[in-house]
């Protein structure tokens, strides 16, 4: 069914702001496939609020589907926040009477989310080398919060994700010798169980929310939460591919890894090896490359049209290089 976004967003200003609330903006951001984002604001009787929507655009199916209701995304976010995590406010659920369908609203958090930018903008220059113990900090403030029993969240360990992502790469039929070496190597290497924690699951940069002046100011995008090891957290903002031009800069193009596990440790957060790290990290360049190159193949098989996907695909060369550093330096 199509929905009428911004008249929805016009009658769920009135339901937030009070008879006589205005709509005084609303500009989609982005949307893919099924997900929708949508800055809007209106003035109403608390006077004016600047707001973001998010929204699910098809029907979600959770025995299918890898990332989480966005029900559940929304009583994360409020669950970490109201343990310290740095975290948008969750304004409103929305529900049948909103028209909307699945969907939440948070208040806007203003700052940067384009990594290149982060790492790269003079903008950014006095408060960047701050960023990766920050980062750490943030991330105790996800892996101290208890994951409610009721959301059923997935728990994944190292060998789960080898056996789910070597499966997927199996069934692509391709032969790529640095990704069969990197998933013999992994495997010798699963470090030991540890108890899991509520995971973010994204957490790198592009989906942080940066100020100029302060610093991270708001973790995003809560789609891929799960249960887990806390390293696996660290490890992905630490893959090479969300450096954005700076590999020499371990943790998000930005900083170093002894910053982002001092952080966390000052924090509150127990000592994590820097090895447990960076087998994630390897783990995540490996996922990320078999992930591009399944986005190759929907677009070569006429799965898919769109010149992202070929363009993305072109990236598994970029990973199988990350491997050979990684795999020649060990963990």
């Known amino acids: ?9 016009e009658t769920l200003a009135a339901r937030l702001g009070g008879e006589g609330a205005k709509l005084t903006e609303a500009q989609r951001l982005s949307g893919g496939a099924s997900m929708e984002t949508w800055a809007f604001a209106f003035d109403g009787a608390g006077g004016a609020e600047r707001l973001i929507l998010r929204r699910r655009s098809v029907p979600f199916d959770p025995e299918t589907a ?11 976010i409020q669950a970490t926040g109201a ?23 948070m208040v806007r958090v203003d700052g940067e989310t384009l990594g290149r930018k982060i790492t790269s903008d003079p903008r950014f220059d006095a408060v960047r080398p701050a960023l990766a113990r920050q980062c750490g900090e943030a991330l105790w403030g996800i892996h101290k919060t208890p994951p409610p029993a009721d959301m059923n969240l997935k728990v994944v360990d190292g060998t789960i994700e080898l056996d789910r992502y070597e499966e997927v790469y199996r069934a692509t039929g391709a032969q790529r010798p640095i990704l069969e070496l ?3 190597y992994l495997r010798k290497h699963v470090p030991a169980p540890v108890e899991p924690t509520l995971l973010h699951g994204d957490f790198r940069n592009g989906n942080i929310m940066f100020d100029p002046q302060a610093g991270v100011a708001a ?21 090479n591919s969300w450096r954005f ?20 440790r000052a924090a509150g957060g127990r000592a994590i090896e820097l090895s447990r790290v960076r087998f994630w990290q390897m783990l995540g360049s490996l996922r990320w490359g ?8 929907s677009w070569r098989d006429g799965m898919v049209k769109s010149v992202e996907r070929p363009m993305i695909g072109r990236r598994v060369s970029e990973t199988e290089a990350d491997l050979v550093v990684l795999l020649e330096e060990g963990l």
């Open 1 to 9: 069914m199509t929905v009428d976004v911004r008249a929805a967003l």
């Open 66 to 76: 890898r990332s989480v209701s966005l029900q559940t995304e929304a009583r994360l």
């Open 83 to 105: 343990n310290g995590a740095r975290v948008p406010t969750v304004r409103h659920i929305c529900d049948d009477q909103d028209g909307l369908g699945e969907a939440y609203v």
């Open 182 to 184: 990197a998933f013999q």
């Open 219 to 239: 973790v995003l995008d809560w789609e891929l939460a799960h249960v887990g090891d806390p390293a696996e957290d660290m490890g992905w903002i630490c893959t």
């Open 245 to 264: 031009g700076r590999p020499d800069r371990p943790v998000g193009g930005f900083g170093d890894y002894a910053d982002l596990l001092e952080g966390y």
């Open 290 to 297: 078999v992930m591009c190159l399944t986005m190759y193949l």
